[in-house]
DNA sequence: CTTTCTTGGAACACATGTGTTCCACTGTCT
DNA sequence: AGACAGTGGAACACATGTGTTCCAAGAAAG
């Protein structure tokens, strides 16, 4: 019962973790046979690390939010314009890819328990967008909470754009960041 | 086992779509009871109208391309700049809300046949778009395609800005609207 | 009122996913 | 070689959704 975080397990552990991002992403009834076998390990093993699927999704949910606020403090909010700090977060949140795209299309297998109470990240990206709307770099018109959606749907369509339309990363890259900054930017 | 529509068969088979329009969207796992309790029907009567679950789909696939189609024609793509154009295919989609929510959440549920190849609604918007970037009233950097999919995107953006923000319906138009024709057309 | 159409509910067999238990196999470390 | 942690697979009971059949009740049309 003693879980002494060997090395293995925690390998164990991540691997069956992606292959739920990317199995559940896409199609969010997948079974744990699907997910164990994109981990490529048995099903039982899986009910090891995650007794219920509710443990699996929880643990899923609290992965992303460690990510999320990793990339967050990477992006350095505090640093330069607002616009500018904008652009650093788009682009971190840009390398999570499959990851938040789970969020995106599935939001209620996330939705659960930690995420409905904003989080750190989200509390310091809607304080740095009002700070962006007093200094004038960012569309006063425009609600910060208005200027967050418009970040997520874009990184979304810039996802999309890869995958249907053989875009390269670094090309959708340069579209989403185009668009996000024209979109939201003080005229 | 003829079926004459005789106005109360379209009512019920009407119910029963926008009950599964409503019910899945948010919970692309819903049984078929969730679907006849929404639709205020005994779940038997669905299998009277779709046999499986998958000509639900199918039906659901096909009205909501129909709704698509006649939006598109209500929008004139034809008439002024294609700027103008997009304007008026944007509130056009905009009205039609919960059924487009759906075919973007949950894409596989739609993806099925009719999908896969591009709709004549498709094509006729991809076509226009070119024809903006020609005349100059789109920004000409974008691929049309990323037009397309920066349209869509904040389409959602909107209506979760409507969900999550306590936004009114009219606000959340004019902010997609502004974003939309702020990010895509020319500088 | 009587016939016809449509419906809701109960009962059923079937398929699939879940969570558990048990046992044998494979590495690794001593 | 022996001890041990980690694993995969089979087997099981259980829950839930699906698709079908049958029947009685209600509404609509003559």
């Known amino acids: 019962m003693t879980v002494a975080e060997t090395g293995l397990r925690a390998r164990t552990r ?4 992606d292959a739920a991002f990317s199995t559940l992403t896409g199609n969010s009834g997948a079974s744990l046979s699907d997910v164990a076998a994109a981990a490529g390990v048995g099903r039982t ?7 219920e699927r509710t443990d699996l999704i929880t643990a899923m949910s609290e992965d992303l939010l460690e990510k999320i606020a990793l990339a967050t403090t990477r992006a350095r909010l505090n640093d330069g314009t607002a616009i500018q700090a904008l652009d650093r977060l788009l682009q971190e949140y840009f390398e999570l890819g499959d990851y938040l795209m789970l969020a ?3 939001p209620h297998i996330i939705d659960a328990a930690d995420w409905e109470t904003e989080s750190p990240a989200d509390r310091q990206l809607i304080a740095m967008i009002e700070r962006g709307r007093e200094e004038g770099s960012v569309d006063a018109r425009m609600p910060a909470s208005w200027v967050q959606q418009v970040m997520w749907a874009l990184l ?5 754009q890869i ?4 875009t390269s990363k670094h090309d959708a890259l340069g579209l989403c960041l185009l668009a996000f900054h024209k979109a939201v930017g003080s005229a």
């Open 104 to 106: 995106f299309t599935e």
């Open 45 to 51: 093993t899986i009910h090891r690390y995650f007794p």
């Open 156 to 160: 979304y369509a810039s996802w999309q």
């Open 14 to 17: 991540r691997a069956i973790l």
């Open 163 to 166: 995958r249907d339309e053989e």
